[in-house]
Structure formats: structure tokens, C-alpha cells
């Protein structure tokens, strides 16, 4: 009995036998498969992503465009102001939040596992009675809440409040202010700038 190479060379002779015979059925001028060419790595989901890489957010759906089995972007601003007003906090603030988060995506997730309009981690919905992170008005009264602790937390501070919801409420903690984190600082100056602007402010 005759015993072929085993190993690697094994492998490699019966994928050459595999190529050869798919060859023969292929017919010219088709172009045949390349079966030592690697595979092509799929691409990421992406929604947001995650924090302090200072990617912005990637909508599908482009902005403003109805998500099929989600409310239109109008049904989502009126949730907005519900959670902002259960929660007794200002609408301009939250709202500009939720823009800077998800682009009003109720199908956003990050690549870090964030979901949602406010873009919660699993851990955190948890913390907050959200129990299906996906569902806007659920989403979104998690986030509001959320917010809602931290401006507490910071005297109302609303730049501090939004570092702490970007990095952490710790890092704000550990640098007594808005941490030198690069994407933090954009995120927090994006937010306040949008805000001033809506509030009529210079």
C-alpha cells in the first residue's frame, strides 16, 4: 500500500488535487477560484464606536432616515423629551446627547457592545432597570436616568456630567475635571457648543 505525504505536504497536495479537478469543470474564459488565495476578513458591524478611539458614528441608515422596526426620528424626539422631563433634566442637553451618542439610531451598536440611541453597555442598562437596551423609550429613559445621576453627582455641572457619561464618572473623579482624554474633550466641547447654540447662547 502506497502512503502519501502526510502533514502539511499532505494538505497541500490534496487541495492542489481539489483545485485541479474544480478546474477541469470550470470552463473557459470563466475565471476559476483561487484556493491558496486567503480569505477576505468580513467587515465589522459598526455602529458608534466604542469610546476614546475618536471614530465618529457610522449611521447605515444615514441621519435622519427611518430604521425598519423603529419609531421615525420624529416619534424619537417626543420620547427624548419625555425621558428629559421624567428624569428633570433639560431637553436641550439631553437631546444634543443622543445626537452626539447614536445620530438618533435606535439600531445603533458599537463595536465595544454600547446600544441604543444613548449608547448603554449591558452592565449599565442592568444598573439602570433597562431590560431590552434595544428599545427606544427604554433606551432612552436608562440614558436620561443615567444622566440624571450624574449631573447630581456634579452639582449640575454639565460639562463634568457629560465627561463622566463619555469616561467614566471615576476619570472625572481622578483628574477633578474633564480627563485629558482626547476623544472625551471633543465629545464633551461637541456636545456644549450644539447646546449654546440651541439655547441661543454666544
Do not use: H, W
Not at 133 to 159: H, W
Amino acid at each position: 500500500m502506497t502512503v502519501g505525504p502526510r502533514g502539511y505536504e499532505g494538505v497541500l497536495q490534496r487541495v492542489r488535487q481539489l483545485q485541479s479537478r474544480i478546474e477541469s469543470l470550470i470552463p473557459d474564459p470563466v475565471a476559476k477560484p483561487n484556493l491558496d488565495a486567503p480569505m477576505p476578513q468580513p467587515t465589522p458591524l459598526s455602529g458608534q464606536i466604542g469610546r476614546q478611539d475618536g471614530n465618529a458614528p457610522l449611521d447605515p441608515f444615514g441621519s435622519g432616515a427611518s430604521v425598519p422596526g423603529f419609531p421615525s426620528q420624529t416619534a424619537v424626539s417626543g420620547l427624548i423629551e419625555k425621558a428629559a422631563a421624567a428624569f428633570g433634566i433639560d431637553k436641550t442637553l439631553f437631546d444634543s446627547l443622543v445626537q452626539a451618542e447614536s445620530d438618533y439610531n435606535p439600531g445603533c451598536v458599537s463595536n465595544k457592545g454600547a446600544m441604543g440611541l444613548t449608547q448603554l453597555m449591558p452592565g449599565t442598562a442592568r444598573s439602570l432597570g433597562v431590560n431590552d437596551p434595544m428599545d427606544p423609550e427604554q433606551n432612552l429613559m436608562g440614558g436620561a436616568k443615567y444622566l440624571a445621576g450624574l449631573l447630581k453627582r456634579f452639582e449640575g455641572n454639565e460639562r463634568l456630567a457629560l465627561a463622566a457619561y463619555n469616561a467614566g464618572p471615576g476619570a472625572v473623579a481622578k483628574y477633578g475635571g474633564v480627563p485629558p482624554y482626547q476623544e472625551t474633550q471633543r465629545y464633551v466641547e461637541k456636545i456644549m457648543s450644539r447646546v449654546a447654540k440651541l439655547r441661543g447662547q454666544p
